[in-house]
């Protein structure tokens, strides 16, 4: 049987060979209509392009990469589902990586995509502070969930201070003065920023440092020691900057006979569902996962439709507090 060639889908879907090669190649020059015209027409026929030639002839593979830092996150499964979203909207297709909390496999997954020619790439950078690109950007790239003045490349970030005064406000309006926090030693800047607004709020807030943000035993074990202060030692509302210490925190609580929210309410910070399937439902901050896998698509689709006249900018997305059982008192 022959090959389907790109003449025989330009001839199934009534347009010019050149038409159907933007498509392959820079669909972002194609009518969304004319794009289903074609994506019908290589159905029926089975067309398979060969990317690698594409590149090899000075073309774009029309496809996005995605480097995520891990898959153990509701956070990855979101913005890679928005991501999805905007670049099959766009045109485009979506490859995930996951660099399992490793620059030098994330750094590996950046040079294959820019091998292959990739039209643009969104990184997610691994949780630390003074992270820069290391690697030459020759492509188009948008920085996933870190903020850098110093970083020229477009950049998309929840706005985790504002999730840290959404906490600390919510804490006061429920009548609630004795804070604690349970962070992490690591530096994280999300961590850092959350705390940085829920201080902004209530000066005086304890830290609790713990040794696994990503462990809800650390949580747990926090939680005990909380619940097994003296009444007028132990905090009346306790914020998890992650939403899996504040999930552990909350059955280390309820494992000393305490009640949450009565002697103890508590919230989680990120909007991290895989967290949430406790005996009490979570307070938290919505999840935004989604909202940024698509801004950072769209940054991306920006930055090729507009090249001469794109200025690299930071989109920041707003939190918002989801209230729920662990604080409704």
């Given at each position: ?5 790109i003449n025989?889908v ?8 050149g038409?159907?090669?933007n ?11 004319t ?5 019908q ?6 067309f398979?392009?060969n ?6 002839a ?7 990469g995605?480097?995520l830092?891990?898959l ?10 928005g ?13 995930i ?5 490793d620059d ?8 294959y ?7 643009g790439i969104?990184?997610?950078p691994?949780?630390g ?12 790239t ?18 985790n ?6 906490a600390?406000?919510h ?12 962070s992490?030693?690591?530096d ?12 902004s709020?209530?000066g ?22 909380l ?22 925190c ?10 949450v ?5 508590v919230?989680?910070?990120d909007g ?17 996962g ?5 801004a950072?698509?769209?940054l991306?689709?920006?930055e090729?439709?507009h ?6 900018t930071?989109?920041t997305?707003?939190s918002?507090l ?5 604080t409704?008192?």
């Amino acid at each position: 049987m022959a090959r389907v060639t790109i003449n025989d889908v330009a001839k199934r879907a009534g347009v010019a060979m050149g038409t159907v090669s933007n498509m392959l190649n820079h669909p972002e020059k194609v009518r969304p209509e004319t794009r289903e015209i074609i994506r019908q027409a290589i159905k029926e026929l089975g067309f398979v392009p060969n990317r690698n030639a594409s590149a090899l002839a000075g073309g774009r593979n029309p496809a996005f990469g995605l480097v995520l830092t891990g898959l153990d996150h509701a956070f990855s499964l979101q913005v890679s589902q928005g991501a999805y979203d905007a670049a099959r909207e766009a045109g485009f297709d979506l490859m995930i990586t996951s660099a399992d909390n490793d620059d030098l496999l994330a750094n590996h997954y950046v040079d294959y995509f820019r091998g292959a020619r990739m039209s643009g790439i969104i990184v997610e950078p691994r949780p630390g502070a003074g992270w820069r690109p290391d690697w030459p950007v020759d492509t188009p790239t948008v920085v996933l969930d870190y903020r850098s003045d110093s970083c020229d490349l477009c950049q998309v970030c929840a706005d985790n201070v504002q999730a840290g005064v959404l906490a600390a406000e919510h804490a006061l309006r429920i009548g609630r003065n004795r804070v604690t926090v349970i962070s992490a030693s690591d530096d994280i800047q999300s961590l850092d920023d959350r705390c940085r607004g829920i201080r902004s709020v209530i000066g005086d807030t304890e830290i609790i440092d713990v040794a696994d943000w990503r462990n809800p035993r650390s949580g747990y074990e926090a939680g005990v020691r909380l619940a097994e202060r003296s009444d007028d030692t132990r905090p009346d509302f306790v914020i998890g900057l992650t939403d899996v210490l504040a999930a552990g925190c909350i059955d280390g609580i309820l494992s000393c006979r305490r009640s949450v929210p009565g002697d103890m309410a508590v919230m989680g910070c990120d909007g991290n569902p895989l967290a949430w399937g406790g005996p009490v439902p979570m307070t938290t901050i919505e999840p935004h996962g989604y909202e940024m896998g698509r801004a950072a698509v769209e940054l991306l689709v920006d930055e090729i439709r507009h090249a001469d006249d794109h200025r690299h900018t930071m989109k920041t997305i707003p939190s918002r507090l989801l209230v729920r059982a662990s604080t409704a008192v």
